[in-house]
């Protein structure tokens, strides 16, 4: 069981930058990555990046360029890193972990991109 809370969402204009946060705690020994998913209203929840605690990354075209995941050296802490935000990066925002016997989530945090 890995309980994860996440922070730092809020309001930001078009073309500004947000950082998230993900705090994890419980059983995170067997974590193998960390990432990020967002759901925009109205759509249904999608991938956006992944950061391995091995140190790859992989991110959603829509996001190359823009945004970054990070682990801290604990390695119980994820970011997202999220600059030149647009409208369409509006959404909840949840951070996941993933393991070999599956994953957990966060309960999200808004992150809102006013035009």
């Known amino acids: 069981q890995v309980r994860l809370v996440e922070s730092g969402g809020g309001l930001v204009q078009a073309g500004g930058s947000l950082r998230l946060s993900c705090a994890a705690s419980?059983?995170?020994?067997?974590?193998?990555?960390m990432g990020w998913y967002r759901q925009a209203p109205g759509k249904q929840r999608e991938w956006v990046g992944t950061r391995t605690t091995a140190g790859g990354t992989n991110y959603a075209d829509s996001v190359k360029g823009r945004f970054a995941i990070s682990i801290n050296n604990v390695g119980n802490t994820v970011y997202l890193q999220m600059n030149s935000l647009k409208p369409e990066d509006t959404a909840v925002y949840y951070c996941?972990?993933?393991?070999?016997?599956?994953?957990?989530w966060g309960q999200g945090i808004q992150v809102t991109v006013s035009s």
């Open positions: 419980g059983s995170i020994l067997d974590i193998k990555a």
């Open positions: 996941a972990t993933f393991s070999s016997v599956g994953g957990s």
